[in-house]
């Protein structure tokens, strides 16, 4: 019987809507993991129940060879990468296939967590415990990502590298020793594939750097009775108060740049060091002394350079008695939205509608702190936050994660990982 055109585009997209766009290689991907999602909550639960944060080197390190075994078993290359002692950091699971076609890619994921763990527990669709989403869950996605294409036979001819980190939550310095393997990977790929946690129906294109600053005003002291006056001037206090506040007005509604003084120490004396800070002063004492400490984030290197400029600026603009000066540090630089990133997306989000699970748009860069990925942005494409999905309190007691995402989203890492290997 012939069907009108409208009933015929009406069958292919009901037939799109349950995945039917898939060639016979993506559908026993997808067999493979509805078969295996009960492994995955059992690999996650495993993993959870470490206690890994970022100080704990031999917690991180079990995590990682729990992993290690996993990829071996996919015929992978595995090693661990010792950091240096005086670094104080676990180390790095480096993994690599052994093919030599198609489209190089990299895999990123981290071991730590910021906090001492809480244990695994399900109450239904939800699961808790410390790293579920960051990112103990995204490394568990990319594993089962990389299993179905093994057991579909797809893994063994492609050119993929994967490095979960042992202290993304807390990196050693310097980059070149902490981040060298990465960057090098990098070199050699051609995407970058990071698996934090997925936020609602998106990916990200871009996260924002962090650095650091760190205020130091010094001024007259005396009785305070002769503040103001000529021979005694402002104190550091209200000088410290100046510079703070013109920052924020001058530089308070860029879009995608915060600065955030943490850290306010004051009096005849102050000093910080870490996160600590002491000061001593009398109230009939004007203060002498100011160290304020700080973040900056930032969404280019552009950006950061000219925020840095414009509070240099500022400080110099010192109140009469006072003198001010400002140092920066770097840490983790900004993945910044470039027209590649949006490619991956597009291609993310031709595999999610092709499963039948919708749309997925770019996250605001704005809703996303640093990460890993952008130690290599600036030298590969990537996208981020492909990971377990529907969690929060991240960084936080009581973290979870939304765990019937885990197949789809696992689903839809495997399929983009064997369209842009091929």
């Known amino acids: ?94 993994a690599e296939t052994k093919g030599s076609k198609g489209k190089r890619i990299l895999i990123l994921g981290h071991l730590d967590t910021v906090l001492k763990g809480e244990k695994f527990r399900r109450d239904g669709d939800k699961v808790y415990g410390t790293g579920l989403g960051d990112m103990k869950g995204g490394d568990v996605v990319a594993l089962q990502a990389l299993k179905a294409l093994h057991a579909a036979g797809l893994l063994g001819d492609t050119r993929i590298v994967l490095m979960f980190t042992g202290d993304e939550e807390n990196s050693c310095d310097p980059v070149a020793v902490c981040r060298g393997d990465m960057i090098a990977a990098a070199k050699r790929s051609d995407f970058a594939l990071s698996f934090e946690g997925t936020v609602r129906n998106t990916a990200t294109v871009g996260r924002r750097g962090a650095s650091s600053w760190k205020l130091e005003v010094e001024a007259k002291t005396g009785h305070s009775s002769q503040i103001f006056k000529e021979s005694m001037g402002n104190g550091a206090i209200f000088e410290a108060s100046r510079i703070l506040n013109e920052f924020r007005e001058t530089l308070g509604k860029e879009k995608y740049l915060t600065f955030n003084p943490a850290l306010f120490v004051g009096g005849t004396t102050a000093e910080t060091k870490d996160s600590n800070g002491s000061a001593s002063g009398k109230t009939n004492v004007v203060p002498a002394k100011v ?132």
């Open 1 to 94: 019987m012939k069907l009108p055109i409208f009933a015929i585009l009406l069958f292919a997209f009901s037939l799109a809507g349950f995945g039917q766009n898939l060639n016979s290689d993506e559908q026993k991907i997808v067999g493979y993991i509805d078969k295996h999602s009960g492994d995955a909550v059992s690999l996650l639960e495993k993993t959870v129940n470490i206690q890994s944060p970022t100080e704990n080197l031999t917690g991180v390190k079990n995590v990682g060879m729990i992993f290690a075994k996993e990829l071996e078993a996919l015929g992978m290359s595995v090693k661990w990468i010792e950091m240096p002692a005086e670094a104080k950091r676990a180390g790095h699971l480096f």
């Open 291 to 422: 160290v304020v400490n700080g973040d900056l984030r930032f969404i280019s290197e552009e950006q950061k350079e000219a925020a840095r400029a414009k509070m240099r600026e500022i400080v110099a603009k010192n109140l009469p008695g006072t003198k001010a000066k400002i140092d920066f540090e770097d840490g983790i630089p900004a993945m910044t939205p470039v027209a590649g990133n949006y490619d991956l997306l597009k291609q993310l989000d031709q595999v999610s509608r092709d499963l039948g699970a919708g749309p997925v748009e770019a996250l605001d860069p704005g809703d996303r702190g640093a990460g890993d990925i952008a130690y290599v942005s600036d030298i590969i494409p990537g996208l981020d936050g492909i990971g377990i999905g529907g969690g929060q309190n991240s960084h936080a007691k009581g973290e979870w994660a939304q765990i019937d995402t885990m197949p789809m989203l696992t689903k839809r890492a495997a399929i983009l990982i064997y369209r842009l290997t091929r």
